[in-house]
């Protein structure tokens, strides 16, 4: 080992280059803000065998070992996605692309959830054909809007006995409202007084944009 001077006359130790600083296996990824939490590369522990699946890759059940080795080879991690299997299923990817894709994913549908307005309209158990009319109209211009439709029928004290009228006439909101939207789920949904049908708008039924008018 080569020394250097130092100090008043003494020496210390020089450090020995590392043969190997510029080697090693690809750097493990992280998964601490993956809620999944899926166990990747040397944390797949307790297991001997896996059955390997992933782009090529030559699909089976391998050791641990060997299947550690082929993510390694192509610069990928190997990531337990069945651990309940019997063997485990593990797949060769990169995982921090795939942690990101699941992120923006989850991004993009909050994203079109937040834009999506509801509008709620709420029936009695005997409405007339005169307010059945008027709040359809509004439904229409919802749903044409873009927006979701929450149509309800709310059953006041003993009126929960009418509630074959509620499932009626909700049958009846939905079939004239077909042109315009489509339900979400079918019958109506009971919850508490209200008996709940959702719909929501018909891609093509939105009003085209008028073209502004040109100033003279």
């Not at 959830?113 to 029936?123: D, L, Y």
């Amino acid at each position: 080992m080569a020394f250097t001077p130092h100090g008043n006359g003494g020496y210390r130790p020089k450090p020995s280059p590392n043969p190997n600083q510029n080697k090693g296996p690809r750097p493990a990824a992280t998964n601490n803000n993956n809620k999944d939490q899926h166990r990747i590369n040397e944390s797949i522990r307790g297991v001997k065998e896996v059955r390997l699946v992933g782009d090529n890759v030559e699909m089976g059940i391998y050791t641990i070992q060997e299947a550690l080795r082929i993510a390694e080879e192509q610069e990928l991690d190997l990531v337990e996605i069945s651990p309940t299997a019997v063997p485990p299923v593990c797949k060769v990817m990169d995982y921090q692309k795939f942690c990101y894709q699941q992120k923006k994913k989850a991004k993009e549908a909050k994203a079109n959830s937040a834009k999506m307005v509801v509008k709620e309209i709420r029936f009695g158990p005997q409405t007339d054909d005169h307010d059945y009319e008027f709040k359809l109209r509004h439904a229409k211009e919802f749903l044409q809007e873009g927006s979701k439709v929450k149509a309800y029928v709310f059953f006041k004290g003993r009126q929960i006995v009418f509630k074959d009228q509620g499932l009626t006439l909700l049958a009846r909101f939905a079939n004239d409202l077909e042109d315009f939207g489509k339900p979400d789920s079918f019958p109506p949904v009971l919850e508490g007084k209200r008996m709940i049908l959702m719909m929501s708008p018909k891609s093509g039924s939105a009003k085209k944009a008028e073209k502004p008018q040109s100033a003279e």
